[in-house]
């Protein structure tokens, strides 16, 4: 099955600058990677996801760069605000979604004031 | 309009009693799915419905646990004889289609087994 690893576990920024947290996939077959922020005591925000039919899609201060070859991807937030402290997870699902999303372990993005 | 609800909100349970965990899938949403948030953990899936049908029950962890969805809508995540290990946050989704559509995500219920 798929295994999905996600990097750092933990990771502090000064406030307004950028942040970048990166994931690994192992099975070849997925081509769908959504990335969710989650807020203490709340389920899971879906923010950006991308197909993987295209490189690089970006909404406003967040982007996603996929690597289909390496078989990685990305989330990069630029100009980074308090309320973007949060966990972040990476997901990836092959066609069919029959086995749901696989998700990476999670990153603690602190933004500092 | 309306996301995925979920109740309870918290359910302390003592060790081997059963429960039952509900979930409110967004109207229209042919795809619904359970996970499981242990503490410190990402999340685990446990199962699919695509309608009422679910594809495949081998992601949930023993054959204490259990799941229905009628209707095409509301789904039912029972725990027969609750363990200490079965104490997480219970995550339900539902998503348009399923496959590769987006996941939208309930605000979970937290389970605690004493």
């Known amino acids: 099955g798929e295994n999905v690893e996600q990097h750092p576990s933990t990771l502090s920024v000064q406030e307004g600058d950028s942040a970048v947290i990166k994931c690994t996939y192992s099975?070849?077959?997925?081509?769908?990677f959504p990335w969710y922020k989650q807020e203490l005591g709340k389920g899971p925000q879906l923010i950006i996801d991308?197909?993987?039919?295209?490189g690089e899609k970006k909404d406003q201060r967040i982007a996603v760069t996929l690597n289909k070859t390496a078989k990685h991807f990305s989330l990069h937030i630029t100009e980074t605000q308090p309320e973007d402290s949060a966990v972040y997870f990476c997901?990836?699902?092959?066609?069919?979604?029959?086995?749901?999303?696989?998700f990476g372990k999670g990153t603690h993005l602190i933004i500092q004031p | 309009g309306a996301g995925v609800s979920q109740s309870p909100s918290n359910k302390v349970t003592e060790k081997g009693k059963d429960v039952e965990l509900r979930c409110d899938p967004i109207?229209?949403?042919?795809?619904l799915y359970w996970y499981r948030q242990s503490l410190g953990q990402g999340l685990e899936f446990l199962i699919y419905?695509?309608?009422?049908?679910?594809?495949?029950k081998s992601g949930l962890p023993s054959d204490r646990f259990s799941a229905e969805r009628t209707g095409g809508s509301v789904s039912t995540l029972t725990i027969q004889r609750t363990q200490q290990e079965d104490s997480a946050v219970y995550l339900c989704?539902?998503?348009?289609?399923?496959?590769?559509?987006?996941?939208?995500f309930g605000p979970g219920t937290r389970l605690t087994v004493t």
């Open positions: 989704a539902s998503s348009p289609l399923g496959g590769t559509y987006e996941q939208y």
């Open positions: 991308i197909r993987s039919n295209v």
């Open positions: 419905f695509q309608g009422n049908s679910a594809p495949d």
């Open positions: 099975d070849s077959a997925s081509n769908y």
């Open positions: 997901a990836a699902s092959s066609t069919g979604g029959a086995d749901g999303l696989t």
């Open positions: 109207s229209g949403h042919t795809a």
